[in-house]
């Protein structure tokens, strides 16, 4: 089964991750932010689709990366939550190192799943730290929602 991967937000954390499956053969649909230039740029950087609307890129996305400042994931999960049927069977994960997936409250709700997974990185530039992704461990928050 084909697994597209989408980003909200093109951050440098965005920028890495989706930069560093795309060169490992990972299906990135692209990038949706309110930035809309950053999120151009991460679709060129990576060679992906610019998305005007987050609507368009959880349509064609199975997983969706929240990678937008930890202060506003909640938002995102809150604005995701209302787009239905679209949000169905979803995966749905943020990069924080501070939140668990508990921010994704009531996810069962939407048949989706819920994960926290967080590089043990510092992730200093958005079109270079993708290289040091292999080498980097990942840690689970230890709250993963699964319907």
């Known amino acids: 089964m084909r697994m597209r991967i989408g980003f909200i937000g093109a951050g440098?954390?965005?920028?890495?991750?989706?930069?560093y499956f795309a060169e490992h053969h990972i299906d990135v649909s692209g990038y949706y932010s309110q930035n809309k230039d950053s999120a151009k740029e991460a679709a060129d950087f990576t060679k992906t689709k610019y998305y005007e609307t987050i609507d368009e890129l959880v349509?064609?996305?199975?997983?969706i990366f929240i990678t937008v400042p930890d202060d506003a994931i909640g938002q995102v999960w809150e604005q995701l939550k209302t787009?239905?049927?679209?949000?169905?069977d979803k995966i749905i994960c943020h990069c924080s190192g501070v939140l668990s997936s508990?921010?994704?409250?009531?996810?069962?709700?939407?048949?989706c799943s819920g994960l926290s997974i967080?590089?043990?990185?510092?992730?200093?530039s958005k079109s270079q730290s993708y290289k040091e992704i292999s080498n980097t461990l990942f840690i689970d928050n230890c709250e993963t929602h699964k319907n």
């Open 83 to 88: 787009l239905q049927p679209e949000i169905k």
């Open 59 to 63: 349509r064609d996305s199975e997983v």
């Open 12 to 19: 440098k954390v965005g920028f890495s991750m989706g930069k």
């Open 102 to 111: 508990k921010i994704f409250s009531d996810i069962s709700a939407y048949n």
């Open 118 to 124: 967080h590089p043990l990185l510092a992730v200093s």
